[in-house]
């Protein structure tokens, strides 16, 4: 009867054996899953992650970059150069320019004054001492590729608001131009006109100190732009920190004189005051020198571009032109103004009365049979001219 418990004992034993044996593969096993499903779960939380992109090393922005700039003076419309321009029952005036246009093709700015307002045919043409000019002037300019108008002179207001209006239409669908001086709303005035050229920003201020005694239409000052300190600086300031260069048209001073009268050298030293880069001026219909107050250039007159005026000091006008240089360290941007330079223009004038007669020359394309001495005329102009304070280029 031993042998029976015995046996009875080893199966037993056999038996935990057995069961340890499957709760070890049941708690190794476990583990493994265990092990497996932590892994899993963890490969998809990295999946999850969202993948946080290296910051970009911010390079020191150090650069230059350039512009250049020519100004011309007035486009003074008289009868004479508006009859000239009649052809095949409407007005065409680019053929005034063929001699001249190649000039302006190098320039990235390039700039005139529009001392007739161009209220076009439907308001009736007219010449000296009321104003209005055929559109078709503008259009002249813009083939050019002229991009910077000044339309504040003394002759903005000779026809009026109407006149005024017709010609902010006018101006209002050019593209990729700024024409400064008078505007169509407060707001209008009010909002800064800026635009870009090379990684340069640059706008202009356009005002004019007379309006040959006309007034300007009652509570609608934005129209036409009357100088002032307060209102130029109010200007300037707005524009602050926000441009690298502001540039000022300012119609001023005495008619017929060559030298810059007390008024224009006193509002110029004022904008410079500013922090103008370049003032612009017009009216006298001769040109005045090109001068420096410390970093500011001061074109005072420029003289007529194309007009129907007799006299020869008032047929030869000025291209005074000049490279606008940004310089950009440490993000810090600061501009400065490289070789400036003058050019002479000529107009030529009809001798007759027989169409398309006017006609524009640089100097470097003048003869004696164009203009009789003309070497001596561009002596005695080109140094007005450059009788300022820093040497100018002379072109030719």
Known sequence: MKKPKKRIKVIRIVAILLMLLAIASIVTGGTYIAMAINKARLES??????????????EEQNYETSASLVAVGDALIHTGVYQDAY???????????????SIFEKYDLKYYNQETILGGTSLGLSGYPMFNSPQQVGDAFMNMGFNLVSLATNHSLDRGESGLRSSLEYWGKQENVIAAGSYESQESRDTPRIMEINGITYTLLSYSTLTNGLSIPYGKDYLFNLYSDAKAKADVERLKGKVDVIMVAMHW????????????KRIAQYLASLGVNIVIGT??????????????????S???FVSGQIGIERLIGLAASVTIKKTVTDGVSKITLENPSAELIYTKKPNGYYGQQYKLYPFSKLNDSILPGYKNYYNTYMNIATNGSRPITRIP
């Open 45 to 58: 939380l990295k999946e999850e992650e969202p993948i946080i992109p290296e910051e970009p090393v911010e």
């Open 87 to 101: 052809i095949n029952g409407g007005y065409d005036f680019n053929y005034i320019f063929t001699e001249v246009k």
């Open 253 to 264: 001073g005495e008619e017929y004189t060559h030298t810059p009268t007390y008024d224009e």
């Open 283 to 300: 009216h006298p219909h001769v040109i005045q020198p090109i001068d420096f107050i410390g970093d500011t250039m001061v074109i005072y």
């Open 302 to 304: 420029l003289g007529n």
